[in-house]
């Protein structure tokens, strides 16, 4: 801005001195001019810098009100809890109805007064790392509230939570309910998320859900498969188990992203040395012979390796099965090995503390983590969170895969990207 | 602020990071024994890019400004689709070209040739610099080209009456008189590819890294993005391409001694090639096959598949038009195309005009400090895209003004971004003009205003038109801010490709950017035609 107000200033002042001294073409005058404009670009840019230094207090404070006023609003909500609880023993008892049977019918006066709330917003934004869930979720979601319109934006792991992060900070709209996999306990640490707990999570199993209360699982996903082309290896020649990778005759041909990013990059590795009793020494063993084979380092994600294993680039590769499937459905020459177990990875979902949808934002999760919001992912080949639900995949619903939490990932990133740097990167 | 980032110990945006002032970053950066060769991996590809694009670009516009070479209008759109394809895009089809194992190149070498192993490896330095030498010989082409149309042929037949022949007068009289536009596409591709990050980050990464390369691994590739060193290494990155610019201001300081449009009329006649127009023309097809064709049949012929197996007589019973449908229906897209048309109207007009004006107080005038403000507008171009996306980010949340998470965001990163450019273009053209014509004009009590619209726009009128076409294609595909900036509400069509590039969906991908080039090529054309009769008027 202020670089446009100087070019604002700077032409215009031009324009005054050439129409007042185009006759003579006074140019001290001109030089005047500039270097007025110089002198208050320069307090223009102390100004800058000062208020930028000094934004930051204040900053701080208002983050601290914030924390204030959503505590003391958390406590008026328990009061009111603590209240309405009350009010049903009350009515059971008034009326004589059982408790149970009151407390239901509670639960479903509580939902139908979420929804006129959330009908009033009209509006719920979505944030979720996946390009297929958040349309998919959408035009259901729709068709059964239409008067509710779901506005969502698909991004990729950092990029993502970064964006969420910077937003709520900086206290602009922001996405009401959003669904990340690693980045999502650390915004919990933060206190950028709103506690909430739908009566739909109770039957899902503890691992998949945040013990108090801030998120729940919407799906899984398996990550760091084997895939190959099936035009180049039949079947029945494709690698078996991880030590088949190790055979000389794929020398040159597997390829694999590019471990020095880090993150989902190196999940599949860590899922080998949990398979191999977190020995560092057998694992580095393993990794020694595997580099030996010179595999192909793809930079990037999985956007950059799966068009290269489809058109022959290399025949094997680590991918990620739910895009393997996808092309399979298409008829792309791929498929992938399910003996190798490798990594199942959890999707969380969660409320925004500064939701500026909040009851939309709560129908929507309670939705999409219920039975109709569950079978969408199904439909969509990902695998649902909801007990009872099978994904239509049936090799996706496979035991047996190594589940590298969040916190694991974080703690062991440092430790991979340097072994993969120096085992696999190192590698002439 | 990006200095400021640079020099925090923690993300600007976090209040409660370490506030803490701090060289540390510096340090760690010059310190480490990586930069040294990050340093040197810069320099070379960029320098042997930019060479790369030189060369080809000044060849090909002397070419078709001067010479009868025939199907000037056909071949020129096809010279033009290179910068029309986004970046990512073409380093992958170079990859389905010029792969060891499936490039198409190499398998028809390897078979003419009976070699065993695969004689061109795209994934190495040479690829790069081939992929974005190509690509910047179209930009070069296009920089070169006005000023090679607006050029007195006047001084070229003098030497040709003194007695050197065709190659020795455009060796001794044409490209020394065309020095300005060449240096400023110098400058313009030595910076970019400086810059650029998809072709370094394909073809080149993990083992070959340049800054840019460098700058969004620390950014991404940790579980906390490293800003400062990122800001660090950004800051090295704008040192070596101020030291760019400021070479090229010395070198051009003295305008007078291009300008070759002067009051006297001229007729531009063309060189007569006589029977070598054949060769020359059999090499530029041959060339422009081997660089555009190839990669944009390869492009449009992906675009109509399910899936992309290489080129095969089975691909062939798979072709149906369902990537497009499944565009228009993809949602959100018609958002994103409002939005990309939108902007890269506003933002060509906007910053074509912005650029003249500032070109015209930087070549034209006298004014005390115009090297400033050339300089000032010439900066952005420094940035790398994800950088200045960055520093975006961290001023509007900081200022709220409103502006975040809408279009005029996008608009003023574009401009910004762009504005270095457009000045590019204008200015290089109009040092071309000899002063005494608007002294005439302002003799003859014309004022500034009039001056300007009536003498030097019109005389300046094809660089101006390929300005606005340079920053209408690159607003269309602009993608490193963007990603930055965009939200809910605000998407491009290149972040839309992104998507669908990082989800590994290729052919959608390849049916985008055919939409894009049809975007792009749609103004060109219209533009040539334009430009042909306004440069007539003149």
Redesign the interface.
Same mark, same amino acid.
């Given at each position: 801005m202020l670089f446009f107000t100087i070019l604002h200033l700077t032409i215009g002042i031009i324009k005054y001195e050439m129409r007042c001294c185009s006759s003579s073409m006074d140019l001290s005058r001109i030089g005047l001019g500039l270097s007025l404009l110089a002198l208050v670009s320069a307090v223009g840019s102390i100004a800058y810098v000062n208020q930028t230094l000094g934004g930051i207090p204040s900053q701080l404070s208002t983050i601290e009100n914030n924390q204030k006023q959503s505590e003391q609003r958390l406590a008026a909500i328990e009061a009111a809890q603590k209240q309405t609880e009350q009010n049903i023993r009350g009515v059971a008892a008034a009326t004589g109805v059982p408790l149970g049977e009151t407390e239901a019918l509670q639960r479903q006066i509580d939902f139908r007064k979420l929804i006129t709330d959330a009908e009033r917003e009209g509006k719920v934004v979505f944030y979720a790392l996946s390009q297929d869930v958040p349309p998919a979720l959408a035009k259901a979601f729709q068709s059964k509230y239409p008067k509710i319109t779901v506005d969502y934006l698909g991004g990729h792991g950092a990029t993502l939570a970064k964006k969420f992060r910077d937003e709520t900070s900086a206290g602009v709209p922001s996405a009401d309910v959003i669904n990340l996999s690693a980045d999502m306990p650390p915004l919990k640490k933060d206190g950028l998320l709103l506690k909430y707990s739908p009566p739909e999570v109770s039957i899902y199993p503890s691992e998949l859900k945040d013990p108090d209360g801030y998120y729940a699982s919407l799906r899984q996903t398996l990550t760091g498969v084997v895939a190959y082309n099936t035009k180049v290896i039949p079947k029945d020649q494709a690698p078996k188990t991880w030590d088949d990778l190790l055979d000389p005759k794929w020398k040159g041909k597997i390829g694999i992203p590019d471990g020095k990013l880090g993150g989902g990059n190196l999940v599949w590795l860590m899922a080998r040395y949990v398979q191999l009793g977190e020995n560092e020494a057998t694992f580095k063993v393993w990794l020694q012979r595997f580099a030996a084979n010179q595999p192909r380092i793809v930079s990037g994600g999985s956007g950059n390796i799966e068009p290269l294993l489809v058109v022959g680039e290399f025949p094997i590769a680590i991918a990620n099965p739910h895009n393997i499937e996808q092309s399979k459905q298409q008829g792309a020459p791929v498929d992938w090995v399910p003996s190798i177990r490798a990594v199942k990875e959890v999707y969380w979902i969660g409320l925004s503390k500064t939701a500026s949808h909040p009851n939309a934002a709560k129908l929507f999760l309670s939705w999409a983590l219920g039975d109709e919001g569950q079978r969408v992912l199904a439909g969509i080949n990902h695998i649902p969170s909801r007990p009872g639900i099978p994904p239509e995949l049936k090799t996706l619903a496979g035991e047996g895969y190594a589940f590298i939490s969040s916190e694991y990932r974080d703690s062991h990133d440092a430790q991979f990207r340097k072994l993969f740097e120096d085992i696999v990167l190192g590698q002439k | 602020?990006l200095i +400021?980032g640079s020099l925090r110990a923690s993300s *600007?945006?976090?209040?409660?990071g370490d *506030?803490r002032i701090t060289a540390d970053n510096y340090i760690r950066v010059f310190t480490d024994p990586t930069t040294l060769s990050l340093l040197q991996n810069t320099l070379v590809y960029a320098v042997a890019s930019t060479l790369t694009s030189l060369l080809v670009g000044t060849s090909l516009a002397w070419l078709f400004a001067r010479t009868n070479v025939g199907f000037k209008r056909f071949f020129e759109i096809i010279i033009i689709v290179p910068i029309m394809i986004p970046p990512l895009v073409a380093a @992958?089809s170079w &990859?389905?070209l010029l792969?060891p194992?499936?490039g198409i190149i190499n398998h028809t070498l390897r078979f003419v040739l009976g070699l065993k192993e695969a004689p061109l490896d795209i994934f190495s330095i040479w690829g790069m610099v081939w992929v974005s030498g190509l690509y910047g010989a179209s930009s070069t082409f296009l920089l070169t080209s006005v000023a090679f149309n607006a050029m007195d042929p006047s001084l070229e037949e003098a030497a040709k009456i003194s007695g050197s022949g065709v190659v020795s007068a455009a060796a001794r009289v044409t490209f020394p008189m065309m020095a300005p536009a060449i240096l400023s596409a110098a400058v313009l591709q030595f910076v970019q590819s400086a810059e650029a990050f998809d072709v370094p980050?394909?073809l080149?990464? *993990?083992?070959f890294l340049v800054y840019s390369?460098a700058i969004r @691994?620390a950014?991404? #590739?940790? /579980?906390t993005?490293d800003y400062g060193q990122a800001t660090a290494y950004a800051i090295n990155l704008l040192i070596i391409t101020i030291v760019g610019i400021f070479i090229y201001q010395r070198l051009t300081s003295s305008s007078r001694k291009f300008a070759t449009v002067t009051g006297k009329g001229y007729r531009p006649g063309l060189i007569d090639l006589h029977r070598w127009k054949y060769v020359v023309m059999v090499v530029i097809i041959c060339y422009l096959t081997l660089t555009v064709v190839l990669p944009l049949a390869l492009v449009l012929f992906a675009s109509l598949l399910? +899936?992309?197996?290489?080129v095969n007589v089975e691909a062939l019973s798979?072709i149906s038009l369902d990537r497009y449908a499944a565009l228009l229906v993809y949602?959100n897209f018609d958002r994103a195309l409002r939005n990309t048309l939108f902007l890269a109207f506003s933002v060509a007009t906007v910053t074509a005009i912005?650029s003249a004006? &500032?070109a015209y107080?930087a070549v034209k005038?006298?004014?005390?400090?115009r090297g400033?403000?050339e300089g000032?507008?010439t900066a952005p171009v420094a940035f790398p895209a994800v950088v200045f996306g960055l520093a975006l980010?961290w /001023?509007y949340?900081? @200022?709220?003004?409103g502006i +975040? #998470?809408t279009i005029w965001i996008l608009f003023?990163a574009y401009v910004?971004r762009f504005l270095p450019y457009g000045v590019r273009f204008t200015s290089s053209n109009m040092i071309q003009l000899h002063s005494d014509l608007e002294e005439a004009a302002?003799t003859s009590g014309g004022?500034?205003?009039q001056v300007f619209l009536r003498v030097i726009f019109p005389l300046t009128i094809l660089g101006f038109i390929a300005g606005w076409f340079y920053v209408f294609i690159h607003s269309t595909r602009e993608l490193g801010a963007s990603?930055?900036l965009m /939200?809910? #509400?605000n998407?491009v069509l290149s972040t839309v490709l992104f998507?669908?590039?990082? @989800?590994?969906r290729?052919t959608d991908v390849a049916a985008l950017s055919a939409l894009l080039i049809f975007i792009g090529v749609i103004p060109f054309i219209f533009l040539r035609f334009a430009g042909r009769r306004f440069g007539r008027l003149t």
């Amino acid at each position: 801005m202020l670089f446009f107000t100087i070019l604002h200033l700077t032409i215009g002042i031009i324009k005054y001195e050439m129409r007042c001294c185009s006759s003579s073409m006074d140019l001290s005058r001109i030089g005047l001019g500039l270097s007025l404009l110089a002198l208050v670009s320069a307090v223009g840019s102390i100004a800058y810098v000062n208020q930028t230094l000094g934004g930051i207090p204040s900053q701080l404070s208002t983050i601290e009100n914030n924390q204030k006023q959503s505590e003391q609003r958390l406590a008026a909500i328990e009061a009111a809890q603590k209240q309405t609880e009350q009010n049903i023993r009350g009515v059971a008892a008034a009326t004589g109805v059982p408790l149970g049977e009151t407390e239901a019918l509670q639960r479903q006066i509580d939902f139908r007064k979420l929804i006129t709330d959330a009908e009033r917003e009209g509006k719920v934004v979505f944030y979720a790392l996946s390009q297929d869930v958040p349309p998919a979720l959408a035009k259901a979601f729709q068709s059964k509230y239409p008067k509710i319109t779901v506005d969502y934006l698909g991004g990729h792991g950092a990029t993502l939570a970064k964006k969420f992060r910077d937003e709520t900070s900086a206290g602009v709209p922001s996405a009401d309910v959003i669904n990340l996999s690693a980045d999502m306990p650390p915004l919990k640490k933060d206190g950028l998320l709103l506690k909430y707990s739908p009566p739909e999570v109770s039957i899902y199993p503890s691992e998949l859900k945040d013990p108090d209360g801030y998120y729940a699982s919407l799906r899984q996903t398996l990550t760091g498969v084997v895939a190959y082309n099936t035009k180049v290896i039949p079947k029945d020649q494709a690698p078996k188990t991880w030590d088949d990778l190790l055979d000389p005759k794929w020398k040159g041909k597997i390829g694999i992203p590019d471990g020095k990013l880090g993150g989902g990059n190196l999940v599949w590795l860590m899922a080998r040395y949990v398979q191999l009793g977190e020995n560092e020494a057998t694992f580095k063993v393993w990794l020694q012979r595997f580099a030996a084979n010179q595999p192909r380092i793809v930079s990037g994600g999985s956007g950059n390796i799966e068009p290269l294993l489809v058109v022959g680039e290399f025949p094997i590769a680590i991918a990620n099965p739910h895009n393997i499937e996808q092309s399979k459905q298409q008829g792309a020459p791929v498929d992938w090995v399910p003996s190798i177990r490798a990594v199942k990875e959890v999707y969380w979902i969660g409320l925004s503390k500064t939701a500026s949808h909040p009851n939309a934002a709560k129908l929507f999760l309670s939705w999409a983590l219920g039975d109709e919001g569950q079978r969408v992912l199904a439909g969509i080949n990902h695998i649902p969170s909801r007990p009872g639900i099978p994904p239509e995949l049936k090799t996706l619903a496979g035991e047996g895969y190594a589940f590298i939490s969040s916190e694991y990932r974080d703690s062991h990133d440092a430790q991979f990207r340097k072994l993969f740097e120096d085992i696999v990167l190192g590698q002439k | 602020m990006l200095i +400021y980032g640079s020099l925090r110990a923690s993300s *600007p945006l976090d209040p409660r990071g370490d *506030p803490r002032i701090t060289a540390d970053n510096y340090i760690r950066v010059f310190t480490d024994p990586t930069t040294l060769s990050l340093l040197q991996n810069t320099l070379v590809y960029a320098v042997a890019s930019t060479l790369t694009s030189l060369l080809v670009g000044t060849s090909l516009a002397w070419l078709f400004a001067r010479t009868n070479v025939g199907f000037k209008r056909f071949f020129e759109i096809i010279i033009i689709v290179p910068i029309m394809i986004p970046p990512l895009v073409a380093a @992958f089809s170079w &990859i389905f070209l010029l792969s060891p194992n499936v490039g198409i190149i190499n398998h028809t070498l390897r078979f003419v040739l009976g070699l065993k192993e695969a004689p061109l490896d795209i994934f190495s330095i040479w690829g790069m610099v081939w992929v974005s030498g190509l690509y910047g010989a179209s930009s070069t082409f296009l920089l070169t080209s006005v000023a090679f149309n607006a050029m007195d042929p006047s001084l070229e037949e003098a030497a040709k009456i003194s007695g050197s022949g065709v190659v020795s007068a455009a060796a001794r009289v044409t490209f020394p008189m065309m020095a300005p536009a060449i240096l400023s596409a110098a400058v313009l591709q030595f910076v970019q590819s400086a810059e650029a990050f998809d072709v370094p980050a394909i073809l080149g990464a *993990p083992r070959f890294l340049v800054y840019s390369t460098a700058i969004r @691994f620390a950014l991404e #590739g940790k /579980t906390t993005p490293d800003y400062g060193q990122a800001t660090a290494y950004a800051i090295n990155l704008l040192i070596i391409t101020i030291v760019g610019i400021f070479i090229y201001q010395r070198l051009t300081s003295s305008s007078r001694k291009f300008a070759t449009v002067t009051g006297k009329g001229y007729r531009p006649g063309l060189i007569d090639l006589h029977r070598w127009k054949y060769v020359v023309m059999v090499v530029i097809i041959c060339y422009l096959t081997l660089t555009v064709v190839l990669p944009l049949a390869l492009v449009l012929f992906a675009s109509l598949l399910p +899936y992309y197996d290489g080129v095969n007589v089975e691909a062939l019973s798979r072709i149906s038009l369902d990537r497009y449908a499944a565009l228009l229906v993809y949602p959100n897209f018609d958002r994103a195309l409002r939005n990309t048309l939108f902007l890269a109207f506003s933002v060509a007009t906007v910053t074509a005009i912005l650029s003249a004006v &500032i070109a015209y107080i930087a070549v034209k005038t006298k004014i005390r400090g115009r090297g400033a403000i050339e300089g000032l507008a010439t900066a952005p171009v420094a940035f790398p895209a994800v950088v200045f996306g960055l520093a975006l980010v961290w /001023t509007y949340l900081t @200022f709220k003004v409103g502006i +975040y #998470g809408t279009i005029w965001i996008l608009f003023i990163a574009y401009v910004t971004r762009f504005l270095p450019y457009g000045v590019r273009f204008t200015s290089s053209n109009m040092i071309q003009l000899h002063s005494d014509l608007e002294e005439a004009a302002r003799t003859s009590g014309g004022s500034f205003a009039q001056v300007f619209l009536r003498v030097i726009f019109p005389l300046t009128i094809l660089g101006f038109i390929a300005g606005w076409f340079y920053v209408f294609i690159h607003s269309t595909r602009e993608l490193g801010a963007s990603l930055f900036l965009m /939200t809910h #509400g605000n998407e491009v069509l290149s972040t839309v490709l992104f998507d669908f590039w990082s @989800f590994g969906r290729l052919t959608d991908v390849a049916a985008l950017s055919a939409l894009l080039i049809f975007i792009g090529v749609i103004p060109f054309i219209f533009l040539r035609f334009a430009g042909r009769r306004f440069g007539r008027l003149t």
